[in-house]
């Protein structure tokens, strides 16, 4: 089945602690993406990965990081957490081209961090 | 000015009606326009592409006014299981070949 997962689904953490949230998808995409989504703000884009070892920034990327060392695999990384990192995470992968194509989600990841 | 914007409801709406949602973008360049749709605090799931000339799915239609810089999604004999946060999305958007989300249109479906 093609899918995009992501764990821990849930945790609750308190600040300062580093933690890690897994995400990997078996579509063989190129295209992988994390967003935090809060209320009246939508979905917002934190980094995304073109490829292997090609990852940007996307428009809230302050206090995360990122890796891509595998096609598959994309965590994303709190060094040091804080309250306002508190949301719903969701990891994203598509294929890549010159124009917009169908991004298949992860089924989130509710961070707390107190 | 928000790179895409939606009014974000809530919409209730008896079951059968009709209901529409708009989505205006910023970017004239952009070249590809989606509707996403969001149960309570789940993933995001493709709902349907929009293209120029306009598309339809069963019940739902969308439309592109290139020229007004919005896209429109129409749904018809509403069901209750049509509740739902239904996101826009507009492709690039900005500097950066990204898709962009709109924050969403909450609609619920009355019995």
């Known amino acids: 089945e093609a899918q995009v997962t992501q764990n821990p689904r849930y945790l609750i953490t308190v600040t300062g602690k580093k933690l890690t949230v897994t995400c990997s998808q078996n579509?063989?995409?190129?295209?992988m993406s994390w967003y935090r989504q809060d209320p009246g703000l939508g979905l917002r884009q934190i980094y995304y990965?073109?490829?292997?070892?090609?990852?940007d920034k996307g428009d809230v990327p302050e206090g995360y990081k990122v890796s891509r060392k595998e096609k598959r695999n994309f965590p994303l990384i709190l060094e040091s957490p804080s309250p306002n990192q508190t949301s719903l995470y969701f990891c994203?992968?598509?294929?890549?081209?010159?124009?917009?194509?169908?991004?298949?989600f992860g089924p989130g990841t509710r961070l707390t961090v107190t | 000015r928000k790179e895409v914007e939606q009014d974000p409801g809530p919409f209730n709406v008896p079951e059968g009606a009709t209901v529409a949602f708009n989505c205006t973008y910023s970017?004239?360049?952009?070249?590809?326009f989606f509707w996403y749709r969001q149960d309570c605090r789940k993933e995001p799931k493709l709902l349907m592409s929009?293209?120029?000339s306009g598309n339809e799915d069963g019940r739902f239609t969308a439309q592109l006014n290139r020229a007004s810089q919005y896209i429109s999604l129409l749904i018809r004999d509403s069901k209750l299981s049509d509740s739902a946060t239904y996101l826009c999305?507009?492709?690039?958007?900005?500097?950066?070949?990204?898709?962009?989300f709109g924050s969403g249109t909450q609609l619920t479906v009355l019995p």
């Open positions: 994203a992968s598509s294929l890549v081209g010159t124009r917009g194509y169908e991004q298949y």
């Open positions: 579509m063989n995409h190129e295209y």
């Open positions: 990965s073109m490829n292997v070892e090609v990852t």
């Open positions: 970017n004239s360049a952009s070249q590809s």
């Open positions: 929009v293209y120029s």
């Open positions: 999305v507009v492709f690039p958007s900005g500097s950066a070949r990204q898709l962009t």
